[in-house]
């Protein structure tokens, strides 16, 4: 099973995880988050792009965060007509690593992670996922590089990267107008070696 000691990370999924992601989509705060374009409703139709194949060829995965339930057992034991999708519980956020197109020539990805349900936030699932996330990355996928951007104004968020060993490279000035201010997007990466240091000191 894919996941920490309080999540699950499974694939995404457009019969489970559909109905969420238009919700998450018409809430202005999470979206703000997700990307620079002008804060707009997200139809049904438009949120089933999402879950369309990705023409590179070269895809990296998907996952829709859940949390374990407190009545299962872990890792979980199916019946026989159990569905593993809807045994993993509803989705609470989506951990990415391709929002934008995969290098793989020189093994650069991009991250993406949110955690979407506003009611989760808080509990630390960022940094689990982000944790795992890398792991998998570098230990699983062969990555040397993890790359992201992140708004200026979300401090929670690079608190969370700098302390999970991503170093600000650089900054995009004034790119993204928000509730009539403009805030820099700060670009931030973790290479394969300064994860393996980190790696060391967290197994200690």
């Not at 979407?116 to 996922?129: A, M, S």
Request: proline share 5%; hydrophobic share 40%; with cysteine.
């Amino acid at each position: 099973m894919f996941g920490t000691s309080r999540l699950i990370l499974r694939g995404l999924d457009q019969d489970a995880d559909l109905t969420a992601l238009v919700n998450w989509c018409g809430d202005a705060e999470t979206m703000a988050l997700m990307g620079r374009g002008p804060l707009v409703p997200t139809s049904r139709d438009q949120a089933k792009q999402f879950f369309l194949p990705r023409p590179t060829g070269q895809d990296l995965p998907l996952f829709a965060i859940c949390e374990k339930q407190p009545d299962r057992s872990y890792p979980l034991e199916l019946g026989a007509d159990e569905d593993y999708i809807k045994a993993c519980g509803p989705a609470i956020g989506i951990l990415n690593f391709q929002p934008v197109k995969f290098d793989y020539k020189n093994r650069i990805a991009t991250l993406g992670l949110v955690i979407q349900d506003k009611q989760h936030r808080g509990k630390g699932y960022g940094k689990e996922v982000l944790l795992w996330g890398l792991e998998y990355a570098f230990m699983e996928l062969g990555l040397h590089r993890m790359q992201l951007e992140v708004y200026s104004f979300n401090e929670p968020a690079i608190q969370l990267y700098r302390k999970a060993g991503f170093v600000e490279e650089g900054r995009m000035r004034k790119v993204y107008f928000k509730g009539g201010e403009w805030y820099d997007v700060i670009c931030m990466a973790i290479l394969e070696e300064e994860w393996m240091e980190l790696r060391k000191k967290l197994q200690k």
